[in-house]
């Protein structure tokens, strides 16, 4: 891409802050898959990234690739999060470009910062959700998930949790372990 293409592009992306999409930012189809999210935002980010910009241009520049870079990068926190996916999506729908501030401050639980992998925490949230609606085998295989990715004390806890719950010996099978 020339210089003059990548201005070009720049200055699309700063103008469409507010009616260009998430999907739009990092180059993506609605629908993709996380692993097409992770490497659109980093492709971006490559390209993209404020500290290219210190001695290009003048201040104006450099508040617009900051804008645009700040955006690509709440971009690829909603779409990474399936939760937050499914409620921009929808957002979407509606015809808004962006998830609200509200939805996207979504706060992690004193247990889910303990879990460093995005991944694993997503797992920890919804056995923990499935756990509360009585849906002990759902639990299980999601913690299960999770600790495939990290060996985090909560994911642990959890999985002791379902595994001594009263229902579990018959749904979960004794070889549950």
Known sequence: MSSDELLAEIMRLYEGLDSLSYYEYLGLRPGCDYVA????????????????????????????????????TEAYNVLLDPELRVLYDAAMVRGEARLSEVARARRLTAEERQVHNTFARIYLR????????????????????????????PLRKLLAEIEQHPGAPGLLGRNAR
């Open 37 to 72: 999210v992770r490497d659109g935002f980093y492709a971006r980010a490559q390209r993209f990234h404020p500290d290219q910009f210190v001695y290009r241009g003048g201040e104006s520049l450099r508040q617009a690739v900051y804008a645009v870079f700040k955006r690509m």
């Open 126 to 153: 919804s056995a923990r959700r499935k756990l509360e609606q009585g849906e002990l085998r759902g639990a299980w295989v999601d913690v299960r998930l999770g600790l495939t990715l990290e060996q985090a004390a």
